[in-house]
């Protein structure tokens, strides 16, 4: 890893205004890919909740998925050294908001055996009281 690379040579040289702006870069970088992983399990979690309110049932692995991609969501938001979550309350519902659309396009394949579009999935399902249930969900989830 370059950066790595470079922050030691910046110490070494006693350059620590550059290096305290490495620092800050790697920290904003991890913080991305958290939030990425974060992102991914929504999507997985919106996906099963809409093929569950459309069809009006569910399956043990339906049901399985959900658990794993909530378990996931908890576990890669959180902060393991300083505390806290990466992602707020309000931010984890605007992940919802963003994601949603592309987890309705993707249960159009699964639900149904393919059979509707995703426009016409998403006419089947209550997309603000799904939105909801994902983020009660998220923020009660209990390991």
Do not use: C
């Amino acid at each position: 890893m370059d950066e790595l690379t470079m922050l030691r040579k910046m110490v070494e040289e006693h350059d620590y205004v550059s290096a305290l702006a490495i620092i800050d870069e790697l920290d904003e970088m991890a913080k991305d890919d958290k939030i990425n992983k974060v992102e991914s399990f929504v999507h997985i979690l919106l996906l099963h909740l809409i093929k569950e309110q459309a069809e009006k049932h569910t399956t043990k692995s339906w049901t399985r998925s959900i658990e794993m991609a909530l378990r996931s969501i908890v576990k890669s938001n959180k902060r393991r050294s300083a505390g806290g979550y990466y992602l707020r309350p309000d931010e984890l519902k605007a992940t919802i908001e963003e994601s949603f659309s592309g987890a309705v396009q993707d249960a159009a394949y699964e639900a149904f055996g393919g059979a509707y579009t995703a426009t016409r999935l998403g006419e089947m399902i209550d997309a603000d009281q799904l939105k909801q249930e994902a983020l009660d969900k998220i923020l009660t989830y209990k390991q």
